[in-house]
Each structure stands twice: as C-alpha cells, then as structure tokens.
C-alpha cells in the first residue's frame, strides 16, 4: 500500500479513538511504563542559537519568563496597586516570650476597605541584628498555626470540601494549631528564623469561580463580569502576587533582613512559590514541598497527576492557554525545570515524599537536576549529584533535593532540612 495512503487511514481510524482519549488520558504510576521524551533546552534561545554566557542567560532568562506568562500562569497585570501595609497588633511576649509577633494588615486593592490579607509575624526575641526569615502560604488560615487564641480566625472562605463558604471556622473542624505539624514555629524561631504566613483564601478562594470574591475580580476593571482572555493570570499568579506584597511589607521590618528571605509552599502553593520566586528576583530562596505537576515536576514525564487532569480539575490555577496542551504536552514550550532554572543563580530546594507518586517524586528530582547547567553557567555548583538519592538522604549544592518516607504533606523532617539549607547558603 500506498504508505501516505496507509497512514491517512490510520489516521481515520485513530481519529475517533483520539477524540474519546480527550476526556479519559490514563494516569500512570508504573516507572517502567514511562514512554521518553525529550525536554526543551533553557539553554539554547527559541531561535536555536545557544547560550553562551551570563549575559545570554539574562536574555534568554526573559524568553523563557515570558513563554510561562502566555502559556501557564498568564501574565500579572501591569500597574497594580501597592498600598503601605498597616501592623494591627504586637505582642512582644509572644509563645512564652520566645518571639515578638505582628499581625499585619497587607491591602491589595486601592480602595479602603477593599480587599486585603493578613499576615502573621514572628521573629525571635533576642537577636542582635536582622534575622532573615520564610514566608509561605497557609492552606486553612493563619490560627491554624499555633493555640495562640489572640490571632483571629481566617475570614470569609475556608476549605470545607474546598467549595463552600463557612463562617463559623472552629466548628468545621478548622481549630486552632490543627495545622500546626507543618509548621514548627518555635523550632524555626530557635534556628534564628523568622516567619512570616498569609491565608491563601484572603487572596483567592481556592475553587473555579473563586476569582470574583478575590484578587483577580477586584482588580479587574469589569470585575465579576469579566471573562478570562487565553494568557491572563490564574489563581497561582494571583497568590505568587500576593507573597511579592508581604515581601515588600518585610521590607520595612528592621528586625527582618529582608535580603535573605526564603519563599515556601507546600503542593499547589508550592508551585506558587516557584511561581514567586521566578517573577521576583527579591525572595533570595525558593522551596517547593511536593509541587508536583504545574510545580517541580517535568510536565512530559508520563506518571503522577497530568496536564490534563491538573486543568480539568483546577482549571482556575492556570491560564487559559495551559488547556491548550492538555492532548499535546510536548508542544509546551517549556518544562519544569526551566520554572526552577528562572529562580538561578538563587538557591532552590525541591522535595518530594516517597509514597506522594501523584507528584511524581523523580519527576520533581529530575526537573531540578536538569536546571543544573544553567546554575553551573552562573558558576554556581546546583544539584551536584547524578542520580536520585536515596531515601531520606539530603543532597544538593545551589539546588537542593530530599525524598523522605511518607505521604503528601509539609513535615517537621522537611523543615529541618529547608532549615540547613538556609544555613548552608548564607553561610549562618
Ligand atoms: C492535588 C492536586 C495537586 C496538588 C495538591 C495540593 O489534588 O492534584 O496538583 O496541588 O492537590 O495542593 O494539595
């Protein structure tokens, strides 16, 4: 036969298959079943020509950034207000005396009264210059922290099957410390840390239609009635926004060195971390706990959660434009790697948990080793080691990587380590 003849009717044949494959692509879990691929180079330009130096970087640095405002998280818009934040309260005694702690007012819109989110302060009593510090997003609200009863219950939405609106939090089940494993407050604050988290939901609530009670609906200029053009900002824009705004608050706190600041987030808000630190050169650390798919881990690798499905069941976190690739990821103009190759020659810690597959833990650890040259470019050693480590077994240079044991979640052993990490980079 023909053999352009054979493969139009191949092509009729698949044709159906091909379309019903639309709503049903398979996730798979099975290491041995994950077809190659090919990644995108971050360091040859879009028109083939390589780079060659940091100057080029620099260059090629901007494409890159672009190619993931039109294609993933869509662009921020220009010109968006930035208002003074205002500290509400200070207990300078605060968790027995260990810490001073703010409750910070952070506006995000122009008018008084309009929308903004509150952000909890803590920086150790004692120290003799400015600390650096983390800031990162919390997913229930900022009482879930610590028993502290003086910090208010986060307001308006919260999670409760991630779709309704509560406003009594305490009796959904949304008490006081109950996230408080994920963040040990008082082990940061002995390292000499301090720390800085926000509500996610006082930026966006976390659902499909969320945007018209938050950032993006109040900044634009047809509020709720707008419709979304292909590359306009998602929801993770919209909250990797909201971190440059605490940033630029920690600016102005004398006891926080404001240059050494590490951005964190846990699974989504750990792509918006990566996200953050991509967009603003300022945050001088970048970890992302468990990103998974639209974080760390490479989006052509075949196993854990899919462009795909992320869409189909997120579609608020990304721009319209990413969908296009839901059938077609190799037509991305980008991978994961080149997200975390945005935040070089700053130190970035990727972690995985070894039963979180739905993240794709040696995605996540091969995204990060594959950002490695644009680092070495730089002169900066990055992820130093060739294979996946172990088990509990730390590694890394400018990059950072562990897998430890256990499920998908933000743990005491991962903050140790972000916590040596910051050590070993500003050399504490
Ligand atoms: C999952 C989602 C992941 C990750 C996670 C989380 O349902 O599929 O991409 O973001 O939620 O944020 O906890």
């Given at each position: 036969?023909?053999?352009?003849?054979?493969?139009?009717?191949?092509?009729?044949?698949?044709?159906?298959?091909?379309?019903?494959?639309?709503?049903?692509?398979?996730?798979?879990?099975?290491?041995?079943?994950?077809?190659?691929?090919?990644?995108?180079?971050?360091?040859?330009?879009?028109?083939?020509?390589?780079?060659?130096?940091?100057a080029g970087w620099t260059r090629r640095r901007a494409e890159i950034l672009e190619l993931y405002r039109s294609h993933v998280y869509g662009h921020t818009p220009k010109g968006l207000p930035r208002k003074k934040a205002t500290v509400v309260s200070v207990d300078a005694h605060a968790l027995g005396g260990l810490a001073t702690r703010k409750l910070i007012r952070v506006p995000l819109t122009k008018d008084a009264g309009g929308l903004s989110m509150e952000m909890l302060l803590y920086v150790p009593n004692g120290a003799t210059k400015s600390v650096p510090a983390f800031v990162g997003y919390n997913f229930n609200g900022n009482h879930t922290l610590t028993a502290d009863?003086?910090?208010?219950?986060?307001?308006?939405?919260?999670?409760?099957?991630?779709?309704?609106?509560?406003?009594?939090?305490?009796a959904n089940g949304h008490s006081r410390d109950k996230d408080s494993s994920a963040w040990p407050v008082e082990r940061i604050l002995s390292r000499g840390y301090a720390l800085a988290t926000i509500y996610y939901g006082d930026v966006e609530p976390d659902f499909d239609g969320g945007w018209r009670q938050g950032l993006r609906g109040a900044v634009a200029k047809d509020g709720t009635n707008h419709v979304f053009a292909a590359e306009e900002w998602g929801a993770i824009g919209a909250w990797a926004w909201g971190l440059s705004r605490a940033l630029d608050?920690?600016?102005?706190?004398?006891?926080?060195?404001?240059?050494?600041?590490?951005?964190?987030?846990?699974?989504?808000?750990?792509?918006?971390s990566l996200w953050a630190g991509a967009q603003d050169t300022r945050f001088a650390l970048v970890i992302a706990n468990e990103s998974g798919e639209g974080g760390a881990a490479l989006a052509r690798r075949w196993f854990g959660e899919t462009v795909w499905r992320i869409n189909t069941s997120f579609p608020h976190w990304f721009c319209g434009r990413y969908k296009d690739y839901n059938q077609n990821v190799p037509a991305l103009p980008v991978d994961q790697h080149e997200l975390i190759a945005l935040?070089?020659?700053?130190?970035?810690?990727?972690?995985?948990?070894?039963?979180?597959?739905?993240?794709?833990?040696?995605?996540?650890?091969?995204?990060?080793?594959?950002?490695?040259?644009?680092?070495?470019?730089?002169?900066?050693?990055?992820?130093?080691?060739?294979?996946?480590?172990?088990?509990?077994?730390?590694?890394?240079?400018?990059?950072?990587?562990?897998?430890?044991?256990?499920?998908?979640?933000?743990?005491?052993?991962?903050?140790?380590?972000?916590?040596?990490?910051?050590?070993?980079?500003?050399?504490?």
């Open positions: 036969m023909n053999p352009r003849l054979g493969i139009a009717l191949l092509g009729v044949i698949l044709l159906p298959l091909s379309h019903s494959a639309a709503d049903t692509i398979p996730i798979n879990q099975d290491e041995s079943k994950v077809p190659s691929y090919t990644l995108p180079d971050p360091l040859v330009f879009a028109d083939g020509t390589p780079v060659k130096d940091a009863p003086q910090i208010p219950l986060a307001r308006g939405w919260v999670p409760n099957d991630r779709e309704s609106d509560i406003t009594n939090h305490v608050h920690l600016e102005s706190e004398a006891a926080v060195d404001a240059r050494h600041v590490a951005v964190i987030g846990h699974s989504r808000l750990g792509k918006t935040s070089a020659p700053r130190p970035v810690y990727v972690a995985s948990a070894e039963e979180d597959l739905w993240a794709d833990p040696r995605g996540e650890f091969l995204a990060t080793k594959h950002a490695e040259p644009v680092y070495q470019l730089l002169g900066k050693p990055g992820l130093g080691v060739t294979d996946m480590p172990p088990v509990g077994t730390p590694v890394g240079g400018t990059l950072g990587y562990h897998i430890r044991t256990g499920k998908h979640a933000l743990t005491a052993y991962d903050w140790e380590q972000y916590l040596n990490f910051a050590d070993r980079q500003w050399k504490r």
